[in-house]
């Protein structure tokens, strides 16, 4: 008796570990969809080190802002899932790998952290160069890294091109109840200089982390794509060019000898 007792316990325990793994299934999807929303090339996460070496496409991106806004925790959280508790400035830069697979490649984001304290910033402006985007990060509870986002704008487009890719972000989205930034004033703030897209993340719980990098990676594949094309066209065209010349060649040729 005891035994069966024990067996139907047992049951309504695994029936219970069943449920709660199809709830945690069920709520990793309804995450997963939000993240799919903006995911025209169905990017995904890859858990690989750091080292890989077997990467299709390689994209810099560079993260930029004032010192403290959280731009280390919002690179180790995409990269590392890691929230790190004790604040310790960057010097200089960091470079960390965050790799997708998209459209059955393995496309590598070498992201550079960069430092946001005032007396390396004359450092880090060759830091800028050939990166393919820019995350320029503020705090939603600091308005001084708000005020400050045009002088960063400013010597991104100096030291890289004009035409760079920005996304803002507002981090810290967690200390709500100390925000000072409204989602709009930020939203409009990206609107009206075109940048490519906004987000309001926390890095402390990784809210909008992994969806703001699938849509970088997204964004920088369509790119690729363009690019690719444009290059394999123009080199078409040129071919056929060449051989229009070389069929009128021949008709000169013919002339001559007539
Ligand atoms: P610099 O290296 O000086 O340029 O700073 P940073 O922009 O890299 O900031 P960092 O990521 O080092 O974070 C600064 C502090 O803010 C740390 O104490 C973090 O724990 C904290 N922090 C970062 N992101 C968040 C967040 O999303 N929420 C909260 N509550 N704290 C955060």
Known sequence: MKNSEDNIDNDEDNNNIAKEDANEISKSEEENSEIIEDNKYNAEILSLPNEFPDYHINFKVIVIGNSSVGKTCITNQATKNFFPNNYQATIGMEIYSL?????????????????????????ITNFYRSSSLAIIVYAINKRESFKDLSLWIKELKLNN??????????????????????????????????????????????????????????????????????????????????????????????????
């Not at 997708?100 to 430092?115: A, E, G, N, S």
């Not at 719980?205 to 920088?220: D, P, Q, V, Y």
């Not at 690019?227 to 056929?240: D, F, L, R």
């Open 161 to 258: 091109s004009p035409d760079t890719k920005i996304i803002l972000v507002g981090n810290k989205l967690d200390l709500e109840n100390e925000r000072k930034i409204e989602y709009e004033e930020g939203k409009q703030f990206a609107d009206d200089y075109g940048f490519i897209d906004f987000f309001e993340t926390s890095a402390k719980t990784g809210e909008n982390i992994k969806k703001m990098f699938i849509k970088i990676a997204n964004i920088l594949y369509e790119d690729h794509l363009k690019y690719s094309e444009e290059i394999s066209y123009g080199s078409k065209t040129s071919s056929s060019n060449n051989h229009q010349l070389k069929k009128k060649k021949k008709v000169k040729d013919k002339k001559k000898c007539c």
């Open 99 to 123: 790799f997708l697979k998209i459209d059955k490649k393995i496309i590598k984001l070498q992201i550079w952290d960069t430092c946001g304290q005032e007396i390396y910033r004359s450092l």
